[in-house]
């Protein structure tokens, strides 16, 4: 899906999450995809995080927030970047809460595609807690191998 333009799959994928969610229910109320860089989405032609993140809404009755997030610069693809110290210097300020969102109080549901370090999704969650979240969870589809998320 991520890589082969394959998008047709994102409502069967989202819907595992979404029972996923639905049988460990995390305390959330806003649902909010990992942002792409313009850039990037323009080349992909679609975020595959928004595809799944907006079938974990629709399924929860969670509130959607596609542009909560967004990227305040491009980095390098983190699928080719090896050691997860070099991830999280390669996302480290990358990620925005968006100024007309008010995030204070709240508790937010991040969704990826994958996690392999955690860099990304620990970068999205610094930048919400800063901006006043009380709590954030992540929610993917997958773990790579590799280094573990706790490392």
């Known amino acids: 899906m991520k890589y082969g333009g394959i998008k047709a799959g994102a409502p069967q994928l989202g819907d595992l999450l979404a029972d996923y969610l ?53 980095v390098e693809p983190q699928a080719g970047i090896g050691s997860a110290a070099q991830r999280t210097v390669n996302v480290a300020g990358s990620i925005g809460v968006s100024a007309d969102r008010d995030v204070s109080g709240a508790r937010v549901i991040l969704v990826d595609d994958v996690a392999t370090t955690g860099s990304t999704l620990e970068t999205c969650a610094g930048a919400l807690k800063q901006a006043g979240a009380v709590s954030v969870w992540c929610l993917t589809l997958a773990v790579a191998g590799g280094e573990s998320l706790a490392e």
Do not use: C, K, W
């Open 22 to 74: 639905n049988d460990n229910p995390l305390r959330g109320e806003i649902i909010a995809p990992v942002p792409m860089h313009s850039r990037r989405l323009r080349e992909r032609g679609y975020n595959q995080a928004e595809l799944l993140a907006r079938r974990v809404a629709a399924q929860s009755e969670l509130s959607y927030e596609r542009d909560l997030l967004f990227r305040t610069r491009q």
